[in-house]
């Protein structure tokens, strides 16, 4: 396990450091970590690079390649947890409908409310929206009576269906010069990242991974059935409940900064899983490790596939996931 926590870090680095030096304008390693000991430590390094690479560096590709990892290890942690407390290995934000839930409120205070909290109020709507959302998926499922594992992935998208045309309808009705930035968000961009924001989806990736981890213990009993984790003195109810709340706070966070990013919660627990077993006191830590690598190069691939222009990483995760999602099904009408 240290092994591969050493490993996944120094893959990580790497590749932060190519996919900063990617794009019209290539950086060498060497000016890229120049710049940011530089930036640390003045007095460390003399400059010995343009001024214009270095905004590229510092101002551009270095806050968007974080963003990026933060949101790729955010929204793995909320689908490993999720597949926990629903024992169902098809959880994922983005299906059970609370990535919908946090477009919505986003697109609420973005294009109708106004900063009325100032620089907290995307956030705070995304949130919101996530929780209500995750509330009516399982208000759906309570009042059908559907207690399979299946029903609740059926009630999440039908939720979600549900949801997005609600947004859509904001969009609609909202400032027409605004549309195109908005419906380019909601596919999923990272464009947008600024060093002064990064610090709310890290804020919030730290305390929910902390808490998803503390509870590890109780999210390896869950995955065995709500009878045995009740045996061992575990609250169920109130446990799944926590982790919901928790999972809607991340995940409406990161889908503030980052518009919807589908597939990502779904794929890597399970790739996690093959690697090191089912022990969640395993999983969480290398699953953000691995969430956080792979969508920085699902945002290398939508910045190059049709270079110069960006295409949304959204549609990259979807292809990708969606083929995931298919082969997953398959694999598991074989058992």
């Known amino acids: 396990m240290p092994a591969l926590l050493l490993g996944g870090i120094i893959v990580l680095v790497l590749s932060v450091s190519f996919a900063v030096s990617v794009g019209s ?4 390693a060497s000016t890229i970590w120049g710049v940011v000991l530089n930036k640390i430590a003045p ?10 690479r270095e905004a590229i560096v510092w101002q551009i590709r ?11 290890a955010g929204l793995s942690l909320v689908g490993a947890s999720l597949q926990s407390v629903t024992r169902n290995p098809l959880a994922d934000p983005h299906l059970l409908g609370i990535s919908s839930g946090g477009a919505f409120g986003a697109i609420l205070a973005l294009m109708h409310t106004g900063m009325i909290f100032g620089a907290l109020t995307v956030p705070i709507f995304a949130f919101l929206g996530a929780l209500a959302a995750t509330g009516l998926v399982l208000g759906v499922v309570q009042f059908t009576r559907s207690t399979g594992a299946d029903r609740m992935i059926l009630a999440g998208v039908a939720v979600s269906f549900v949801v997005m045309s609600a947004a859509n309808v904001l969009v609609f009705l909202g400032d027409p010069k605004a549309t195109n930035t908005v419906v380019f968000w909601m596919l999923g961009g990272l464009g947008l990242a600024q060093w002064s924001n990064l610090v709310y989806p890290l804020t919030i990736l730290v305390v929910c991974g902390t808490y998803f981890w503390a509870k590890s213990g109780e999210l390896n009993a869950m995955t065995v059935g709500d009878e045995t984790a009740a045996s061992l003195g575990i609250s169920v109810t109130r446990l799944r409940v926590k982790i919901f709340v928790a999972g809607a706070l991340l995940t409406g966070i990161m889908v503030a900064f980052s518009g919807v990013i589908g597939f990502v919660g779904l794929m890597v627990p399970h790739i996690v899983r093959m690697l090191v077993g089912g022990d969640y006191a395993r999983i969480l830590p290398v699953s953000a490790l691995l969430g956080a690598i792979f969508l920085i190069w699902a945002d290398i691939a939508a910045r190059t596939i049709m270079a110069p222009e960006d295409i949304p990483i959204g549609i990259v995760t979807g292809l990708i996931g969606g083929g995931f999602f298919l082969w997953l ?6 058992r």
């Open 25 to 28: 304008i290539a950086i060498p």
């Open 43 to 52: 007095d460390m390094i003399e400059p010995t690079w343009s001024r214009g």
């Open 62 to 72: 270095l806050p968007r390649v974080l963003l990026a990892s933060f949101v790729g």
């Open 329 to 334: 099904l398959a694999r598991q009408k074989r």
